[in-house]
C-alpha cells in the first residue's frame, strides 16, 4: 500500500508538531479550525462556546500528541476530542430552550463563511441548502456536514461520534432524505415569495 504525497506530508508535519514546532502546530490549527469550528458550534450552539470548545479541544490534542496513533487520521483523532469536548461542554452549561430553534438558524447561517463548499459555488444555493440543513437535528446536521463538507468516511464519522458504523449510515439515510424535505419546503417558501 502506498501513501500520497499529502499522507506522507501530514505525517512530517505531524512528527515536527509532535516536537513542539510552532509552524507545524500552526499549520494544523489552519488546516482544521473550520471542520472543528462547525462541530462545536452545531452541539453547544453559540459562536462563543464553540471558538472556546475549538481552543480546548486544539490544546487537548496537542498536549496528548505524543499518545496519537500513527497508523489512525489526525483529522478523524481530532475531530473525536472536539466532539467529546462539546459534549462536555453542552452537558455543563444550562441551556435555554426559548428560542433555540431561532438560535440555531440564525448560528448555522453564520457556519456558511466557516465552511468550504467546493461544488455549491451559486449563493443562492448556498442560502438554499444552509436554510435546509439548520432545520435538521444537531447529529443529523454533523453526520451530513461531515460526510458531504469535510470529506469523511462513514467508518471516520463513526469514529467521531462512537456510534457502529451501521447506526451512522441509517442516520445519513434519514438525514437526506430530511434534508430533501426541508429544501423542497424552502425552495417552495421561495416560489410563493416570488410569486
Not at 513542539?20 to 479550525?33: C, E, I, P, S
Request: glycine share 2%.
Amino acid at each position: 500500500m502506498t501513501q500520497s504525497g499529502d499522507t506522507i506530508q501530514e505525517q512530517q508535519i505531524l512528527e515536527k508538531a509532535i516536537r513542539g514546532d510552532r509552524q507545524a502546530l500552526t499549520y494544523l490549527v489552519k488546516r482544521y479550525t473550520n471542520m472543528a469550528y462547525t462541530i462545536a458550534l452545531k452541539i453547544v450552539h453559540n459562536k462563543e462556546d464553540a471558538e472556546e470548545v475549538m481552543q480546548d479541544a486544539f490544546m487537548k490534542a496537542f498536549a496528548s500528541l505524543n499518545k496519537f496513533n500513527k497508523t489512525a487520521k489526525f483529522s478523524t483523532w481530532l475531530y473525536r476530542i472536539v466532539y467529546n469536548t462539546a459534549l462536555t461542554k453542552r452537558k455543563c452549561q444550562s441551556i435555554n430552550h426559548i428560542g433555540i430553534e431561532s438560535t440555531l438558524l440564525q448560528e448555522s447561517l453564520k457556519t456558511e463563511a466557516h465552511v468550504e463548499w467546493n461544488d455549491l459555488q451559486n449563493q443562492d444555493r448556498k442560502k438554499y441548502v444552509q436554510q435546509a440543513l439548520s432545520h435538521l437535528m444537531p447529529d443529523d446536521y454533523l453526520v451530513v456536514t461531515l460526510y458531504y463538507m469535510g470529506d469523511k468516511s462513514i467508518a471516520e464519522i463513526s469514529e467521531i461520534m462512537d456510534k457502529k458504523t451501521s447506526a451512522i449510515k441509517m442516520q445519513l439515510l434519514r438525514a437526506r432524505k430530511q434534508l430533501e424535505q426541508e429544501l423542497k419546503r424552502v425552495l417552495d417558501e421561495e416560489i410563493k415569495d416570488l410569486l
